[in-house]
């Protein structure tokens, strides 16, 4: 990577200040280029949830890693829960998504409350294990919300069997005009769900897969308390990465924690952070880190930097601790300021392995928070940071009341924000086509056919807020 003015400015950059030159490319499809990074934690394209409570939960942790990608279990989940969900997406297939289901004698409400958990916006209604119907919103709208699903579910079903090929699924599907079909087996019996599109997407994307072939997940720890114990109750549940996380991590007690999990001989990536300096990624990496994240202050439901001054710009934060990680042997993830597919590339550009995606990713079905409505019909979820009064409070449920009282007032996050849902874009897989599409069309640009070539390749200019405006696109005209 270097810079188009020949040296870096003398200020300190966003992502918004930037832009990428293009350069020679003997690039012929935007498909022939290579996603996968180099950080042992098998992504084969370069995004990880962020472990915020509102954004990774088991759907996105398994519809994340069949894409590639990989989620990070937030730190308050309690640790015998974690296993569970490590469990059941190790169990996940690799195809196929997990169905919704529902009996016939369930109700219309039932299936509203259960419909939005996927972007499909379908549920699949079974007895005895056997798919009898489909039950969509457009079904259930209308009706009265005890009305039986054997009563408006839709019987024109198209079964697909198990082990069929994705191009087979896809060709099939649009032949007969479905956008989705149960997948059962030879018994007949549900297995999981099949969707036109998901079909499609099997053809672009490969899984982020262990050693055994199943699904990658991670989960985070915080720095206080039994850091050995959870970490070695999470290694024995068979979690892909170890995250220790705090907002501060250049601080002795994430040495001393980190070193302590690294005692125990994990032989998955051990993740720590979050810093912005190179002097903090090398004392990390010094102490067994293998990848830190970087990024203090930039995420759209963290108050850091208004409150504290504290942080950095987050391109500047990335091309120096990545300049470090490299030197030390290891690798950063860039860890928040990520509104647009342009700010995943950038961030690669300037030699982040992966880019952790959290409050952009909150506003999908997939994402743990209930759907709600405004008053203008427009959905939305709510989100909250990982250091607002609200995720304090959950980390400091077993606290006495005082210490709890004392926690509240050092608040650095918000506790409730409405995150609408892009009605062109409602779910995380939609999202992950938009930046992968953006990633693929700038290796070809910069005549890059993988990510080391990308930050190899890569020529950074320095543009005025009305370069930047000058890129964007004006859908209502002038």
Not at 156 to 164: A, F, K, N, Q, S
Not at 311 to 314: E, L, M
Not at 344 to 361: D, K, Q, T
Not at 434 to 439: D, E, F, K, Q
């Given at each position: 990577?270097?810079?188009?003015?020949?040296?870096?400015?003398?200020?300190e950059?966003?992502?918004?200040?930037?832009?990428?030159?293009?350069?020679?490319?003997?690039?012929?499809?935007?498909?022939?280029?290579?996603?996968?990074?180099?950080?042992?934690?098998?992504?084969?394209?370069?995004?990880?949830?962020?472990?915020m409570?509102?954004?990774?939960?088991?759907?996105?942790?398994?519809?994340?890693?069949?894409?590639?990608?990989?989620?990070?279990?937030p730190?308050?989940?309690?640790?015998?829960?974690?296993?569970?969900?490590?469990?059941?997406?190790?169990?996940?297939?690799?195809?196929?998504?997990?169905?919704?289901?529902?009996s016939p004698?369930?109700?219309?409400?039932?299936?509203?409350?259960?419909?939005?958990?996927r972007?499909?916006?379908?549920?699949?209604?079974?007895?005895?294990?056997?798919?009898?119907?489909?039950?969509?919103?457009?079904?259930?709208?209308?009706?009265?919300?005890?009305?039986?699903?054997?009563?408006?579910?839709?019987t024109?079903?198209?079964?697909?069997?198990?082990?069929?090929a994705a191009?087979?699924?896809?060709?099939?599907?649009?032949?007969?005009?479905h956008?989705?079909?149960?997948?059962?087996?030879e018994?007949?019996?549900?297995?999981?769900?099949?969707?036109?599109?998901?079909?499609?997407?099997?053809?672009?994307?490969?899984?982020?897969?262990?050693?055994?072939?199943?699904?990658?997940?991670?989960?985070?720890?915080?720095?206080?308390?039994?850091v050995?114990?959870?970490?070695?109750?999470?290694?024995?549940?068979?979690?892909?990465?170890?995250?220790?996380?705090t907002?501060?991590?250049?601080?002795?007690?994430?040495l001393?924690?980190?070193?302590t999990v690294?005692?125990?001989?994990?032989?998955?990536?051990?993740?720590?952070?979050?810093?912005?300096?190179?002097?903090g990624?090398?004392?990390?990496?010094?102490?067994?880190?293998?990848?830190?994240?970087?990024?203090?202050?930039?995420?759209?439901?963290?108050?850091?930097?208004?409150?504290?001054?504290m942080?950095?710009?987050?391109l500047?934060?990335?091309?120096e601790c990545?300049?470090?990680a490299?030197?030390?042997?290891?690798?950063?993830?860039?860890?928040g300021?990520?509104?647009?597919?342009?700010?995943?590339?950038?961030?690669?550009?300037?030699?982040?392995?992966?880019?952790?995606?959290?409050?952009?990713?909150?506003?999908?079905?997939?994402?743990?928070?209930?759907?709600q409505?405004d008053?203008d019909?427009?959905?939305?979820?709510?989100?909250?940071?990982?250091?607002?009064?609200?995720?304090?409070?959950?980390?400091?449920?077993?606290?006495?009341?005082?210490?709890?009282?004392?926690?509240?007032?050092?608040?650095?996050?918000?506790?409730?924000?409405?995150?609408?849902?892009?009605?062109?874009?409602?779910?995380?897989?939609?999202l992950l086509d938009?930046?992968?599409?953006?990633?693929r069309?700038?290796?070809?640009?910069?005549?890059?056919?993988?990510?080391?070539?990308?930050?190899?390749?890569?020529?950074?200019?320095?543009?005025?807020?009305?370069?930047?405006s000058?890129?964007?696109?004006?859908?209502?005209?002038?």
């Open positions: 990577m270097r810079f188009a003015s020949g040296s870096p400015p003398p200020w950059l966003a992502f918004g200040d930037a832009f990428l030159v293009p350069q020679r490319s003997a690039a012929t499809s935007r498909l022939d280029v290579d996603l996968a990074t180099s950080d042992h934690t098998g992504t084969t394209v370069p995004i990880v949830v962020a472990n409570t509102a954004v990774a939960g088991r759907r996105m942790a398994e519809t994340i890693a069949r894409r590639g990608g990989m989620a990070v279990l730190q308050d989940i309690p640790t015998d829960v974690v296993s569970e969900v490590v469990r059941w997406i190790k169990t996940r297939h690799l195809l196929y998504d997990t169905a919704l289901t529902l004698h369930d109700t219309v409400g039932d299936a509203l409350n259960l419909i939005a958990k972007a499909h916006g379908a549920l699949v209604v079974a007895e005895d294990g056997r798919p009898v119907g489909l039950a969509s919103e457009a079904d259930c709208a209308g009706v009265d919300r005890f009305t039986q699903l054997g009563a408006v579910m839709s024109d079903l198209v079964t697909l069997e198990d082990g069929i191009e087979e699924a896809f060709l099939r599907l649009s032949a007969a005009r956008r989705l079909a149960p997948v059962v087996g018994d007949g019996r549900l297995l999981g769900v099949l969707t036109r599109i998901g079909a499609l997407r099997s053809t672009l994307y490969r899984p982020c897969l262990d050693r055994n072939g199943r699904l990658r997940v991670a989960a985070a720890i915080g720095i206080s308390g039994d050995k114990g959870r970490a070695e109750a999470l290694l024995a549940s068979g979690v892909d990465a170890i995250v220790l996380d907002a501060h991590g250049h601080q002795e007690r994430m001393s924690a980190v070193a690294r005692s125990l001989g994990p032989n998955v990536p051990l993740v720590a952070g979050n810093v912005v300096t190179g002097r990624v090398a004392d990390l990496i010094s102490a067994g880190a293998d990848i830190i994240k970087v990024g203090v202050g930039p995420g759209a439901m963290c108050t850091t930097r208004m409150m504290t001054a942080g950095r710009p987050q500047s934060a990335i091309i990545a300049d470090a490299r030197s030390e042997g290891g690798h950063i993830w860039a860890d300021g990520i509104r647009h597919p342009r700010d995943v590339v950038l961030a690669v550009a300037a030699g982040a392995s992966n880019v952790m995606v959290g409050s952009w990713f909150a506003a999908t079905h997939e994402s743990p928070g209930d759907l409505r008053s019909g427009r959905l939305y979820k709510e989100s909250f940071g990982m250091a607002s009064l609200r995720a304090v409070a959950t980390r400091s449920r077993t606290d006495d009341p005082l210490t709890v009282a004392r926690k509240s007032f050092f608040e650095e996050g918000i506790s409730a924000a409405r995150l609408y849902l892009d009605p062109r874009r409602p779910g995380v897989e939609d938009a930046i992968t599409a953006g990633l069309s700038a290796l070809t640009y910069a005549g890059a056919s993988n990510l080391k070539a990308l930050y190899q390749n890569a020529v950074i200019g320095v543009q005025s807020p009305e370069g930047f000058e890129g964007t696109a004006l859908p209502q005209g002038w």
